[in-house]
């Protein structure tokens, strides 16, 4: 369990008077920085500990760009770029003790995740990888295996996150995975390794199909535990289904709740989801949300 989890567990329990989980259970979030700013989620509290509600991030997104599949490059858009190279923002959260990934998905064009054939090529893109979340002090990378237009292979993102957790610059930094339409990449094996053996976390993004009884077993089967799992809810979705799913995530031993398209209106929702959770609902800390 990581400090800010310890911490947070042991307010919650001083100020409800009993134990919660085995393990505290964390909230992960999307940020369309398109059109938001990243240092929302540090504005949301819980409101009886003052605590920030999100314990991790993830900047949505920067872009697998290419012809070749075997030359990807990866494109910051204006708006990715802005808030690496010309904000303070991923400071601000790591300040409040909130990890920040950027997350990387396709971008309709023939390179991607699961487009690489060539050991050298995904070696290459996984150290390009690390380059980006050392020289911004990223916590991590989070895989978005989307929009891509190549045909797809079971072995290329098992290559590049082998390739990826063995760079140095990346030790201690987390890979996760966005879960979603991914038999092929689990099911694959590269070197006598799965996917699975290389993931940290893994939140499921079917967001308004229910909760985590017909979502995040499979993931069980293809090798992750359920403390690396997290159920993904959208603020579009329903504030009470949300928090009934969440609920039963929570109760059922998972290891967190992730939140995607968080905005500076998402107050309510996340009340419903921290009700949920912790029986206290989301307070914001004043002149914070942009």
């Avoid at 020289?135 to 098992?158: F, P, V």
Wanted: glycine share 8%.
């Amino acid at each position: 369990m990581s400090v800010l989890r310890k911490l947070k567990y042991s307010l919650l329990v001083a100020v409800m008077g009993a134990p919660l989980t085995a393990n505290a259970f964390y909230n992960m979030s999307y940020v369309e920085v398109n059109s938001n700013a990243l240092s929302n989620v540090g504005c949301y509290l819980l409101e009886k500990t003052g605590q920030p509600f999100f314990d991790m991030t993830s900047i949505f997104a920067a872009n697998i760009n290419g012809s070749d599949p075997n030359q990807p490059e990866i494109y910051f858009n204006p708006q990715v770029k802005h808030v690496l190279d010309n904000t303070s923002e991923v400071q601000e959260l790591h300040g409040k003790g909130i990890k920040v990934l950027l997350t990387i998905l396709g971008n309709h064009q023939n390179a991607g995740w699961s487009c690489m054939t060539d050991p050298a090529a995904a070696k290459k893109f996984a150290d390009q990888l690390a380059d980006v979340v050392q020289k911004y002090d990223l916590d991590g990378i989070d895989i978005d295996d989307e929009y891509s237009s190549c045909a797809g292979n079971d072995t290329s993102m098992i290559m590049i996150a082998q390739a990826l957790k063995e760079n140095p610059k990346f030790k201690g930094k987390i890979l996760s995975k966005a879960l979603f339409r991914d038999g092929l990449n689990f099911n694959g094996h590269y070197q006598g390794h799965s996917l699975a053996d290389y993931l940290d976390q893994g939140w499921e993004m079917s967001y308004g199909t229910g909760g985590p009884d017909g979502r995040l077993p499979k993931y069980l089967g293809y090798g992750m535990s359920k403390a690396d799992l997290a159920l993904g809810v959208s603020t579009n979705n329903s504030a009470q289904s949300a928090a009934q799913w969440i609920g039963d995530t929570m109760q059922e031993g998972y290891g967190g709740a992730m939140v995607y398209n968080v905005t500076n209106n998402s107050q309510s929702f996340l009340s419903s989801i921290a009700e949920a959770e912790y029986q206290q609902s989301v307070a914001v800390s004043p002149n914070c949300l942009k």
